[in-house]
Structures are given as structure tokens and as C-alpha cells.
């Protein structure tokens, strides 16, 4: 299996300072395709999972500009430019090469 | 807009069967592969399994010889099985859709609210 390792676990951010997540996995998730299967998602409390970012880099419809992915290999970072009050949750990495799907442990954002 | 709706029972007892339907609307189940995800009270995600119409299943290694995932097409359902059931398997459970387009791979793009299955006697 490929291991997800996300850092920090836990995040406290002041409004319109800016927040950094790293991941990294056990093994490269460039695919054979020549693309790389490593999304983003934000679970704000009492909600569902959103898709923030697909492969890599790209923002899901929707999702603001401030929201910004990358890396390649095994690295990845998702950084948000400026933090504000709506961006509370947590925000897991997730990898999907051959579909076979792990999560990192997962970063809760909270807001000083 | 596609939405995801899972159900079944809340209360499931230790040893017997969980059973979950995720009913599509607004899409088809007929094309894109659909997911189970799972999280334990207080806890991350954890994949399940997925399929796609075509038949094809694919299994988190750690629950595959207790979980099915199987589709009703008349329905517009795909549904769960998770067998032998412990308390360990007391989570929220989502269903979610992925979605291949113009040459992207969007996973889990949509997303059910999720139904709490507690095991316990």
C-alpha cells in the first residue's frame, strides 16, 4: 500500500496570513500516463469531504484562488494564500494511482 | 448536478452484515466509477472500494474479504456489503462519484452526506 504522510497535523492560522500542508508518499505517484494522481480535499466540521484540488495542481470548480497545489513524485504541498474563517476543517491529501485510493492522516486548520 | 444519498440501517450487530444503497440522482451510474468511503468517529477517511458499471471492483486490501460493492442499474443504486461486522467498524459512511473528463481524473468529485452505522449488540 502507499502511504500518505501528511505535516503538520494540526494548524493555527491567522486570517490573511497564508498556510502551508505537506504530503508525502511512500512511493512515486507518477503514472505510467505520465500523469500524477494527488488530490486535496477540505472537510469543513460536520460536513462531507470537498474536492479542492485533482492531479496535483488544478482547482476543482468552485474553489477559490487562494487555494493553490504542487509538487511531483512523492512531495506535494497545498498552500492557501490567504487564510479566512471559511477555510476551518480539516484538508487531507488523497492518492489515486491505479485506484487504489489512501488518505493521508489528515491537517486540522483551525483559525487564532 | 449529480447528487449522492446514502442509506440503511444505523444499528448493525456484531458478527452480522452491514448494508448501505448510495441512490443517484441527476447522472447515471451507467458510466464513471462509484465509490464507498469511510470514517471511524474523530478519525480520517478510509477508502473502501469502487467500481464501474462495466463490472469492474476494485478493494482497500484491508477489507476486501469481507466487503461487496454491486450495482442496481434498474434503480440507479450501487450498494455495500461489509460482512462479519465489530465494533471496529462502527463509521460515517460516504458514497462518492468519480468523474474522467477532457483528459482530467477528478476523484471523489461528489460526495453523499454520509449515514453513521454504530456495530454494537
Known amino acids: 500500500d502507499i502511504v500518505m504522510t501528511q505535516t503538520p497535523l494540526s494548524l493555527s492560522v491567522t486570517p490573511g496570513q497564508p498556510a502551508s500542508i505537506s504530503c508525502k508518499s511512500s512511493q512515486s505517484l507518477l503514472h505510467s500516463d505520465g500523469k500524477t494522481y494527488l488530490y486535496w480535499y477540505l472537510q469543513r466540521p460536520g460536513q462531507s469531504p470537498q474536492l479542492l484540488i485533482y492531479?496535483?495542481?488544478n482547482r476543482f470548480s468552485g474553489v477559490s484562488d487562494r487555494f493553490s497545489g504542487s509538487g511531483s513524485g512523492t512531495d506535494f504541498t497545498l498552500k492557501i494564500s490567504r487564510v479566512e474563517a471559511e477555510d476551518v476543517g480539516v484538508y487531507y491529501c488523497m492518492q489515486g494511482i491505479h485506484l487504489l485510493y489512501t488518505f493521508g492522516q489528515g491537517t486540522k486548520l483551525e483559525i487564532k | 448536478q449529480v447528487q449522492l444519498q446514502e442509506s440503511g440501517p444505523r444499528l448493525v450487530k456484531p458478527s452480522e452484515t452491514l448494508s448501505l444503497t448510495c441512490t443517484v440522482s441527476g447522472g447515471s451510474i451507467r458510466s464513471h466509477y462509484w465509490s464507498w468511503i469511510r470514517q471511524p468517529p474523530g478519525k480520517g477517511l478510509e477508502w473502501i472500494g469502487s467500481f464501474d458499471y462495466s463490472g469492474s471492483t476494485i478493494y482497500n486490501p484491508s477489507l476486501k474479504s469481507r466487503v461487496t460493492i454491486s450495482a442496481d442499474t434498474s434503480k440507479n443504486q450501487f450498494s455495500l456489503s461489509v460482512r462479519s461486522v465489530t465494533a471496529a467498524d462502527t463509521s460515517m459512511y460516504y458514497c462518492?462519484?468519480?468523474?474522467?473528463?477532457?483528459?482530467?481524473?477528478?476523484?471523489?468529485?461528489?460526495w453523499g452526506q454520509g449515514t453513521t452505522v454504530t456495530v454494537s449488540s
Open positions: 492531479e496535483v495542481s
Open positions: 462518492a462519484r468519480d468523474f474522467y473528463e477532457g483528459g482530467y481524473y477528478y476523484a471523489m468529485d461528489v
